[in-house]
């Protein structure tokens, strides 16, 4: 078999450009030429203290089998070059979003009782290219189960579907929080996923959206994207009636409290603020994960039957929304990627680069290598 360039993850603060043997491209799978691939948040977290979601050194992962070192990257678009003999629907040549996350049917099994009900982002056999399978964006090529390829609609460039993994998040927890068109939401934190919830929200008809977020340079974007409001959190509330900026907003532009908060940060400070910014019988919703448990007082919920919830990853379903959107012209979510970067940069001007000016970047693409297809 060909080699191809792929960046590996061997251990904490260890990744690597490295020339490996290409996968064969089985009777059910799609071979697909990356063409952008995003850094998350998450794979940061594992150049700086991991293994987390690879396997640890001398294990496998139980379901695909995976061991160190692991090709990185899971927020990936690209071209089919291949198709297995057994694949119909799809076309060589076909440009396609990747939903990197796997469940029974990628490991041969039958569906377990979650994945019957829909919610495979939750199969007990849960894993995801990029972290723990064979196979991630941060290569020239990928080889695929067919149902992980979602096509592309006409209008939807490359550059933009790669940022469909990210904008799936946020679809899911829209979806799964049960939000209304009408109603009004605070995001805390605008990272990558709060501007993806942001941009989201507006489109699907929120009426009020207020932003916390401390980065000059995400509060201008999230200004950009459409926000009521930009606060920020640190700084002094401009009437002092609270003492809390957020607070503050909240009561000016809509009252008595929000429909639902959007923690997309994941530390206390957040989550006592969606506490207090959301109104009763609202929606307090973690996107965020965490590093360290948090403090709860249960009467938080009780006295006001306020709603605290979460979601993960998300399902087919939500990149098919996504992409519509972004075929609708609804939303201009490339102005979300801050710089585009060779793979054999993507070390210092990827990764190096987030760490740090963090504060400067929204999404950091990874272009393994200069593509030719329709764009």
């Not at 979601?53 to 071209?79: D, R």
């Not at 939807?156 to 068109?181: C, D, G, N, Q, Y």
């Not at 207020?210 to 201008?220: F, G, L, M, N, Q």
């Not at 965490?290 to 709860?296: R, S």
């Amino acid at each position: 078999m060909a080699s191809i360039r792929a960046l590996r993850f061997h251990g904490k603060n260890d990744i690597r450009i490295e020339n490996v043997t290409a996968q064969k491209c089985g009777n059910d799978e799609i071979r697909v030429k990356i063409a952008y691939c995003g850094i998350c948040g998450s794979d940061i977290h594992e150049y700086l203290g991991g293994p987390i979601f690879p396997p640890q050194p001398g294990e496998k992962n139980p379901h695909t089998g995976a061991e160190l070192p692991i090709i990185m990257g899971h927020e990936m678009s690209g071209t089919i070059l291949e198709l297995g003999s057994s694949i119909t629907g799809f076309t060589v040549g076909q440009n396609v979003a990747i939903n990197p996350s796997l469940d029974d049917r990628h490991h041969g099994k039958e569906p377990c009782g979650i994945c019957k009900s829909g919610r495979v982002n939750l199969c007990r056999s849960w894993a995801t290219y990029g972290l723990n399978a064979h196979g991630g964006g941060f290569a020239d090529e990928i080889v695929v189960k067919s149902f992980s390829c979602i096509p592309l609609p006409e209008g939807v460039s490359l550059k933009a579907a790669a940022l469909a993994e990210p904008l799936a998040v946020a679809s899911h927890m829209i979806r799964i929080s049960r939000f209304k068109t009408g109603q009004d939401v605070v995001i805390l934190g605008g990272g990558p996923i709060g501007l993806a919830l942001l941009l989201l929200l507006k489109s699907k008809g929120a009426r009020k959206v207020i932003v916390s977020e401390v980065a000059e340079t995400r509060s201008r974007q999230a200004q950009n994207f459409g926000a009521d409001l930009v606060v920020n959190p640190l700084a002094k509330s401009a009437d002092g009636l609270n003492g809390d900026p957020v607070l503050d907003a909240v009561h000016k532009l809509v009252g008595d409290g929000v429909d639902i908060a959007f923690d997309a940060t994941g530390i206390q400070s957040t989550l006592d603020t969606a506490l207090t910014v959301v109104k009763p019988g609202g929606v307090v919703f973690n996107v965020a994960i965490h590093e360290k448990p948090l403090l709860i007082n249960p009467n938080s919920f009780s006295f006001t039957e306020v709603k605290l919830m979460g979601g993960i990853c998300y399902t087919n379903e939500d990149f098919k929304d996504v992409l519509e959107i972004l075929a609708s012209g609804k939303i201009k979510a490339e102005d979300m990627i801050t710089s585009v970067v060779p793979l054999e940069k993507a070390v210092q001007g990827g990764f190096l680069e987030l760490i740090n000016n963090k504060a400067e970047h929204v999404k950091i693409l990874i272009q393994p290598s200069k593509y030719t297809a329709r764009l």
